[in-house]
Structures are given as C-alpha cells and as structure tokens.
C-alpha cells in the first residue's frame, strides 16, 4: 500500500484531486478524512490495506513525524523557517513547490521533486493557451529525471493538459509532479486534469 501525505495551503482540494487521479487509473484509493489522532490514522490504513486498497491520501503537517508517507506533497511550508521532515519513509519521495516553500531539511534517501513555475523545477510549464468555455491548456514541462515510487525513470518532455475550472497554477503542477512520482501521469494527459 502506498500512503500519500499532501500538507499545505489548499491540501484538501489538493487531497481530493489525487484521490480522483488514483480512481481514474483505476487503483482503489481512499482518503482519511478523521481526525488528527495518529492512533485513528493507523487504524483506518489498516483498514483500507485489509479492504485491498492500494493507496491512502492524508492531509498532514511538515511537523507531523508520527505518520509516514511514500510520496509527500508539500504545497507550502512556513517561508522564513526551517522545516525538517520526519514524515516520509524510507526511499520515498517529497514533491516540493519550489515557489513556495521554506528551507526543508529532507532524510538522505529521499527522492526530491520540485514543480513550479522557478525556472530551476522539475515540473513546472512553457505556456498557457486561451481559456476557451471555462478550459484552459497548459503545456508543461518535465525538466529532470523523475523516479517513480515504482522506480521507472520518466525522461524529460513536454506535454499538454487541459484544465477545467480555476486553480491556482501551483496546485495544478503540485497534482501533475505527484501522479507522474506516483505513477499514474496517463491521468493528468488525458481528458481534463481538474
């Protein structure tokens, strides 16, 4: 079973994205949406690993070093403030928002995913096209090698997704550096991201 953590500004729309993503790759996902007891948190992924769920999404906190996570999403963190994170698992992987985030201490081993429009990213984008009907095409841009939890190796490329709706640009590269580190990218290429 694969535990996602998503923490920061927007983490629950965020959340519910990507456990849409997961279902539109057809892997059975499920979001805990309890409370912050950690005991409740290890119940409820025990719960969902006996139901033969694959995947289980949480929102959490840079602070939190009682749940660990295979992929964790970091929206935002306190600029200003260094933040070490306790909450990821051994070899997993921290998708980072280059453009807003705080100094992050990450554990050696980790794989690092950076997304943003800071022209350093990984995942960050070339263009935006005309929004036509409430859809909105960005073309995005892989700029590094990104090692997927299932250790395949996505080169860098460009490719182009439609977006339904208003959201910030920041989330949308935060949901695409995740599904490609989680490995379900074909769910943010075809037919619309959000």
Do not use: H
């Amino acid at each position: 079973m694969i535990c996602v953590g998503v923490c920061g500004r927007g983490s629950e729309r965020v959340a519910a994205q990507i456990c849409g993503k997961y279902s539109d790759a057809g892997i059975e996902a499920e979001r805990y949406s309890g409370s912050e007891s950690d005991a409740e948190f290890g119940l409820f992924v025990a719960k969902m690993e006996k139901a033969g769920k694959k995947v289980v999404i949480s929102e959490t906190s840079v602070k939190n070093d009682r749940r660990k996570f295979d992929l964790l999403l970091v929206i935002s963190a306190e600029n200003g403030k260094t933040a070490q994170l306790k909450n990821i698992r051994k070899n997993g992987c921290v998708i980072i928002n280059a453009d807003d985030c705080g100094a992050l201490v990450i554990p050696p081993g980790t794989a690092v995913v950076t997304c943003g429009v800071n022209s350093s990213a990984a995942v960050t984008f070339s263009g935006i096209g005309e929004n036509r009907d409430g859809r909105e095409s960005v073309q995005c841009c892989i700029q590094k090698e990104i090692r997927t939890v299932s250790g395949r190796k996505i080169e860098p490329q460009e490719f182009s997704i439609n977006i339904v709706g208003k959201y910030p640009l920041s989330e949308v590269l935060a949901i695409i550096a995740l599904a490609i580190a989680g490995d379900i990218e074909e769910t943010v290429t075809s037919d619309a991201l959000v």
